[in-house]
């Protein structure tokens, strides 16, 4: 069965740095768009990032610049490296794949405060 398990997340100051990593499986990975979504308390789940099976990347307006998507079709892992991070990036973030139907990861909480 299709598992995406996140792991990277922890607290940080502004300005400080942070990659998040989704390993994979249950799935052909290199054949598949990857992407991270975050939620922060009392807000919708929002995409932050995507990459194509092709590597082609998608990002979203607040996050470019600073965050970019990676993935490593040997070790069916997909990255977040996030950087100048704010605390407004502050939230619980997901590995999302859609096989079929989408599946998520349990999140990893990403905490941005001085």
């Known amino acids: 069965q299709v598992q995406l398990v996140e792991s990277g997340g922890g607290l940080v100051q502004p300005g400080g740095s942070l990659r998040l990593s989704c390993a994979a499986s249950g799935f052909t990975f290199s054949m598949y768009a990857m992407s991270w979504f975050r939620q922060a308390p009392g807000k919708e789940r929002e995409l932050v990032a995507s990459?194509?099976?092709?590597?082609?990347?998608y990002y979203a307006d607040s996050v470019k610049g600073r965050f970019t998507i990676s993935r490593d079709n040997a070790k069916n892992t997909v990255y977040l490296q996030m950087n100048s991070l704010k605390p407004g990036d502050t939230a619980v973030y997901y590995c999302?794949?859609?096989?079929?139907?989408?599946?998520w990861g349990q999140g990893t909480q990403v905490t941005v405060s001085s």
């Open positions: 999302r794949v859609f096989v079929t139907q989408q599946y």
């Open positions: 990459i194509s099976s092709g590597s082609s990347t």
